[in-house]
C-alpha cells in the first residue's frame, strides 16, 4: 500500500510538472491550452506579494506601499521535501524556450524590482506590461500550486489633478480583467476591509465573474480587524456573512481570513527574521493568535468549520486540494487539445518547407504575375458591389466617412445633416460607398444659395472704365457673381478629391483581406506587396490630382468669362422680375441701357424661385424710382425718363434701391447657373477621369510596373536573402514548438493512463472478495 501511496505521489508531481509546461507554453506561444491557475486580484496595500510569500513559504519580492508589481509574476511551485532551499528558475525569452536558468533567490528579487523601475520610467500608458514574469520554484515548504500574482488595482482621487494617477489605474484595471478572462484560472479575491458591504476588490472581480463561481475571497490582515470588532455579533457577521451580502456562491462556501507577520528575512540590521523556517514558523504562530483572539471576542471556542476558513496553512491546503482536482479534470480534455495543436504546427512547418523550396525566380515571378491578377479582380469586384467582406469590420457609416475622409463644409462651416443622405447609418465600401460619397455631394452643392452681396461690395465692383467713368451694372453683376462663385465651389472640388481618395486607398486593405480569406494572399513577401500597395497609392493619388486639375480648369473658365447662353438658363424668369418694376417699355428702356442683351435666345433661372434671396422691395415701380417722384408725374415724356434713368444709373454714383435689386437678381442668376455647371461637370469628370482609370487604366500600369520591376534584381523585389532567413528562423521555432508539444503530448498520456490504473487496483482492492 505505501508503494501504491508513493507511485501515486511521484505521478501527482509529474501531473504538476505537466501543467507548469504547459502554462508556460500556452503564455510564450499564445495557444488556447486551459492550464488551471490561482490568479491572485487585490489593491494596492491589500497585502496580495505578502500572501504569496506566506503561502510559498519563503519571501523573494518586493513587499510595501505603493505599486511594487508592474508586470504580473507566474510562480510555478512544486513541493519538493529535498529542498532545503528554494530551488529558483527564471524563464527568459532570450534563450530556448524550453529552458529556465537558474537564480537566486536575490537576483530573481533584482530582476523583478529591475523590471518595475524600467516600467515606472515609461509614459503612464506603458508603466504597466502584460507580460508574464515566469518563476519556476521548488522547496521543501511550497504547496503543489500555479499563482499568478498581479499589479495592485489603484483607486485614485478625483480631479484634473489627478489625471496620470487615474490613467495608471484603468490600465491596471484593464491588464487584470484581461487576465481573469481566461476561464480556467481560480480568482482569489483580496478585501481589505472588515464590512463585508465594501466591495472594493469584488467590484473588479464580478465584472467578469458575476456570480463568483470561480472566486475565493479572502480577508486579508485579519489581525489589524479583531480588534476593531466591539461586540461578538458583530465578529459572527464578518465570519459568517450572510449570503446575500456576497451577491454569489463563492468558492467554499465562505470567504478566509488570513493574516501575514511583518517583517523581511536577511541579515540586515532591518531584518526580522534570519532564516525562511523562522518566517514560516512566524506565519503558523500568528495563525494560532488570531483563533485564540477570535475566541476571546466571541466568547466561544470556533467550529471546525470556521477553523478550516482561518489562516495561511488552511488556505494552502483548499488551494491545493481544488486545483489537484482541476488538473485530474483537465487531464482527459488537453490531450485532444495537444494534438490538435501539434497538427495545425505540422501543417504550419510543411508550408514553411514548401515556401523554401519555391524561393527561385521563376516561381516567384509567376506567384507576382498570379498575384497581381487576382489583386486586380478583387478590386473590380469591390467597384462592382459584393458582401464578401464584413462591412462590420471594412464598412465605414457616413459618420466615420467623414471624419477619416473628410467633410463636405460650405462657405458657413456647417455640413448637411448625414441623417438626410440616402444609406447615412450603413457600414459601406466600395462602389456603394463611392455612390454615396457622390450623393452628398450634390446634396450639398445643389442646395447651395448664392452669398449675401453688400452695397459696399456693389459699389467696389463699379470701378471705372477704360473709355469713360459711368458705371456699367452688368458687368458689375458679372464681377461679384463669378468672384463669389470661385470662393464656394473650390472648396468643394478640393473636399470631393480626398473624399473619393480615401475611399478608393480603402480597397487596398479590403482586397487583401479577401485574398487572405481564399487562401491566395502572399505571406512572408512584405517587400513585394509593399510595391503593390505603392504603386496602388500612387496611382489613385496622381490620378485623383489629375482629375481634381481637370476640374479646376473648368471652375476658372466658367468663373472667369460669363457666357449668357451658359450663365442664364431662362429669359422669362428675369422678365417677369423686371416687369415688377413697371411696364414691359420701362424694362426694354433700363434693359438698354444697362446694354443687356435680353433678346438672345437665351434661358434663365427663374428668379422666383430665389424671392427669399431678394430684398423685400418689390412692390416699387421702376417708373417710380427712375424718374425719383411718385405716379402723379407719369406725363413726362419718354426722353425725360430716359434721361433721368441715365442720370440715376449711367452718371450718377449714388446706388439706387433699382439699381441695387437689379444687380442682385443678375448675381443670382449667373451665380446659380456657375453652380448647375459645376455639379454636372465634377460629377462626369470625377466617374470619367477618376473612377473608370481604376478599371481600365490600372491594370497596364500595374502590370509594366511588375515587369520592370522583375528585369532588375529580383532580390529588391522579393527580398530574397531576407526572406530565406526569415523562413529558416520560422522552421527553427516551429520545429522547437512541435518536440515541445510532443513530449508535452505524450506526457499527458502517460499521466492519464497511471490514473486510470491507478483507479482500476483502487477499484479492484475496495470489490468484495468471492
Known amino acids: 500500500m505505501e508503494r501504491g501511496e508513493e507511485a501515486k505521489c511521484n505521478d501527482m508531481h509529474s501531473l504538476y510538472e505537466a501543467y507548469n509546461e504547459l502554462h508556460g507554453l ?58 532545503e532551499l528554494p530551488l529558483c528558475h527564471l524563464a527568459s525569452s532570450d534563450v530556448d524556450p524550453t529552458l529556465a536558468q537558474e537564480k537566486s533567490l536575490q537576483e530573481i528579487q533584482s530582476f523583478i524590482e529591475a523590471e518595475n523601475m524600467r516600467l515606472e520610467r515609461e509614459s503612464n500608458s506603458n508603466q504597466f506590461s502584460a507580460k508574464e514574469i515566469i518563476i519556476k520554484v521548488e522547496f521543501k515548504y511550497c504547496p503543489n500550486l500555479t499563482i499568478i500574482d498581479t499589479p495592485g488595482l489603484i483607486a ?81 457577521v464578518f465570519l459568517s456573512p450572510p449570503a446575500c451580502t456576497l451577491d454569489g456562491f463563492i468558492l467554499g462556501g465562505s470567504p478566509f481570513f488570513t493574516s501575514v507577520p511583518s517583517g523581511r528575512v536577511g541579515t540586515g540590521h532591518d531584518s526580522v527574521y534570519s532564516s525562511n523556517e523562522e518566517f514560516k514558523q512566524a506565519i503558523f504562530i500568528r495563525e494560532m ?31 491545493e486540494e481544488l486545483l489537484q482536482k482541476r488538473y485530474m479534470d483537465s487531464v482527459p480534455m488537453i490531450i485532444p487539445l495537444l494534438e490538435k495543436e501539434y497538427c495545425s504546427t505540422t501543417r504550419k512547418l510543411n508550408e514553411i518547407n514548401k515556401e523554401l523550396s519555391t524561393l527561385d525566380e521563376v516561381k516567384l515571378k509567376e506567384k507576382g504575375r498570379v498575384f497581381h491578377d487576382l489583386f486586380l479582380t478583387k478590386l473590380s469586384l469591390l467597384l462592382k458591389g459584393t458582401v464578401v467582406a464584413p462591412p462590420d469590420k471594412f464598412g465605414e457609416t457616413l459618420q466615420n466617412e467623414r471624419i477619416n475622409g473628410g467633410a463636405f463644409v460650405g462657405t458657413d462651416g456647417l455640413q448637411f445633416p448625414h441623417k438626410l443622405i440616402p444609406n447615412a447609418g ?32 456693389i459699389v467696389n465692383a463699379c470701378g471705372v472704365e477704360d473709355i469713360h467713368d459711368g458705371t456699367n451694372y452688368s ?78 480648369e473648368d471652375l476658372v473658365s466658367t468663373t472667369r468669362y460669363v457666357t449668357w447662353s451658359l450663365h442664364n438658363k ?49 412692390d416699387v415701380k421702376l417708373s417710380q424710382v427712375a424718374s425719383g417722384v411718385d405716379s402723379s408725374s407719369s406725363v413726362q415724356t419718354t426722353e425725360t425718363r430716359l434721361a433721368d434713368l441715365l442720370d440715376n444709373t449711367l452718371w450718377n454714383r449714388r446706388l439706387a434701391p433699382s439699381s441695387e435689386r437689379i444687380v442682385y437678381a443678375l448675381v443670382q442668376q449667373i451665380f446659380h447657373g456657375i453652380r448647375e455647371y459645376f455639379l454636372a461637370s465634377a460629377e462626369l469628370k470625377f466617374n470619367c477621369f477618376l473612377l473608370m482609370p481604376v478599371v481600365d487604366k490600372l491594370p497596364a500600369l500595374l502590370r509594366e510596373d511588375l515587369e520592370s520591376a522583375f528585369e532588375g534584381d529580383l532580390d529588391n523585389v522579393f527580398d530574397i536573402t531576407n526572406l530565406r ?33 491507478h483507479h482500476v487496483m483502487s477499484s479492484l482492492s475496495l470489490a468484495p472478495s468471492a
Request: hydrophobic share 35%; charged share 25%.
Open 725 to 757: 532567413h526569415s523562413l529558416s528562423q520560422q522552421k527553427s521555432d516551429t520545429e522547437i514548438e512541435m518536440k515541445r508539444i510532443k513530449k508535452l503530448k505524450e506526457k499527458f498520456k502517460l499521466i492519464h493512463e497511471q490514473f486510470i490504473s
Open 289 to 319: 493568535e488570531d483563533i485564540t483572539s477570535l475566541e476571546e471576542k466571541l466568547g466561544r471556542s470556533l467550529s471546525k468549520q470556521e477553523r478550516s476558513r482561518i489562516g495561511v496553512s488552511k488556505l494552502r491546503s483548499f488551494l
Open 426 to 457: 450603413m457600414r459601406l465600401y466600395g462602389g456603394a460607398q463611392y455612390h454615396r460619397a457622390m450623393a452628398e455631394f450634390r446634396f450639398m452643392v445643389g442646395g447651395i444659395k448664392c452669398p449675401p452681396i453688400t452695397r459696399e461690395e
Open 156 to 236: 485614485p482621487a478625483p480631479g484634473r489633478k489627478n489625471r496620470a494617477l487615474q490613467d495608471q489605474a484603468r490600465a491596471v484595471e484593464s491588464l487584470v480583467r484581461a487576465k481573469m478572462q481566461h476561464r480556467e484560472f481560480i480568482i482569489l479575491c483580496l478585501e481589505d476591509c472588515s464590512d463585508w458591504s465594501n466591495a472594493t476588490t469584488r467590484r473588479v472581480v464580478m465584472q467578469i465573474d458575476p456570480e463568483l463561481k470561480r472566486t475565493i475571497i479572502v480577508s486579508t490582515k485579519l489581525d489589524t480587524k479583531i480588534p476593531q470588532f466591539a461586540r461578538a455579533s458583530d465578529v459572527e
Open 570 to 618: 431662362n429669359r422669362a424668369g428675369l422678365r417677369q422680375f423686371l416687369d415688377s418694376f413697371g411696364s414691359t417699355e420701362q424694362s426694354a428702356v433700363l434693359s438698354n441701357s444697362l446694354s443687356m442683351p435680353l433678346c438672345q435666345e437665351s434661358s434663365f433661372v427663374s428668379v422666383a424661385n430665389e424671392k427669399h434671396d431678394t430684398k423685400p422691395r418689390t
Open 26 to 83: 500556452a503564455q510564450e506561444l499564445q495557444t488556447p491550452f486551459d492550464a488551471p491557475a490561482v490568479l491572485v486580484v487585490g489593491h494596492q496595500t491589500d497585502g496580495k506579494s505578502a500572501l504569496v510569500e506566506a503561502l510559498m513559504g519563503f519571501q523573494f519580492n518586493h513587499v510595501g506601499g505603493g505599486t511594487k508589481t508592474r508586470r504580473p509574476i507566474t510562480l510555478h511551485m512544486k513541493y519538493n521535501p529535498l529542498c
Open 475 to 552: 458687368r458689375t453683376a458679372c464681377v461679384i457673381a463669378v468672384a463669389k462663385a470661385r470662393d464656394t465651389f473650390e472648396p468643394f472640388l478640393h473636399q470631393l478629391g480626398c473624399r473619393l481618395l480615401h475611399i478608393l486607398k480603402r480597397l487596398l486593405p479590403i482586397s487583401i483581406y479577401l485574398l487572405q480569406k481564399e487562401g491566395e494572399y502572399l505571406s512572408g513577401h512584405e517587400v513585394f506587396l509593399r510595391r503593390v500597395a505603392s504603386a496602388f497609392n500612387n496611382f489613385a493619388e496622381s490620378t485623383e490630382r489629375a482629375c481634381r486639375e481637370k476640374c479646376m
